[in-house]
């Protein structure tokens, strides 16, 4: 067993986000191609400890927040107390559509499980994710996925080529309750097609968010923001998840980094993340980087 891990936790984006019609127990069937990025992740270190704690400068405390539950659903899978001194650096903002508390969730499940040697399959580890957030099985496993049903159907896509996002806001906080709800008030609900896209990115029409209608509305300085990365130069640009925060794509780095420069509200330049989340061991003390 390790006495320390540090696990990398990556932002996301949806470059498709289809909804349709909400079911019975109000959840929102989805097709979504996710990519994990490169150049924007929080970082959480886990060290063994007589109980837990959890520090998250910024982010929610003990069981408000997503990585502390997480702990939680491990040791009821685990029958035994896995304590750790859990801390996460954010860089990732909250409430921008990154997903940045579910891929801290499933840092923490992936660390907390090396950190005691518990071995589990990550299938295991995926179907305990489910049952934390729609998306933490998706950064388990990492890389490029296709995502039906609720988060917990992945189909491994190929890794997006000469794709460079840059990453703006969050323009405007957005609660993904609200978004959903003015999303069912706007009335444009269809059935999705749960076909994956097939082509490149480049192609008229791959990138899409259903959910662009409703986030603009809530927040109508998105279109703003919008604009403002079309004139850097952006190909394309996209709302992230739920919003709020903003993305530009572009097919080489120095025009992402060119732009990012123009932009006060530039967060980060990004590229597809190829790996899986692998936690680093370390005997070292704690707070040892």
Not at 78 to 87: E, F, M, N, Q, S
Not at 160 to 167: E, F, S, Y
Request: proline residues 9%.
């Amino acid at each position: 067993m390790a006495e320390r891990v540090i696990v990398a936790a990556p932002a996301k984006v949806n470059l498709v986000l289809r909804v349709g019609p909400a079911r019975t127990d109000g959840f929102h069937p989805v097709a979504s191609l996710l990519v994990a990025l490169d150049g924007l992740e929080d970082s959480i270190e886990l060290v063994r400890a007589r109980r837990r704690d959890l520090e998250c400068p910024g982010g929610p405390a003990g069981a408000d927040n997503l990585a502390w539950r997480a702990a939680d659903a491990l040791e009821r899978v685990a029958g035994r107390p896995l304590p750790a001194r859990i801390a996460i650096d954010k860089r990732i903002p909250m409430q921008a559509g990154l997903g940045g508390g579910s891929s801290d969730a499933a840092a923490v499940l992936v660390g907390l499980d090396r950190l005691y040697g518990l071995q589990t399959q990550p299938a295991a580890l995926e179907r305990i994710g489910a049952e934390l957030g729609s998306d933490v099985p998706f950064f388990i496993r990492g890389g490029t996925q296709w995502v039906t049903g609720r988060g917990e159907l992945l189909l491994r896509r190929p890794v997006p080529d000469d794709l460079w996002l840059l990453i703006c806001g969050p323009v405007a906080p957005l609660a993904t309750g609200a978004v959903y709800a003015t999303f069912d008030a706007l009335g444009t609900v269809a059935p999705i097609d749960a076909e994956p896209p097939e082509g490149p990115w480049t192609v008229p029409g791959f990138v899409a968010n259903d959910l662009w209608p409703a986030a603009q509305r809530l927040a109508p300085q998105l279109a703003d923001a919008a604009e403002r990365l079309t004139a850097a130069g952006a190909e394309t640009v996209l709302l992230c998840g739920s919003g709020g925060a903003i993305a530009g794509l572009w097919r080489e780095r120095a025009p992402a980094v060119a732009a990012a420069a123009q932009l006060p509200d530039a967060i980060a330049v990004a590229s597809p993340r190829r790996a899986r989340l692998e936690p680093r061991s370390s005997g070292g003390p704690p707070g040892a980087r």
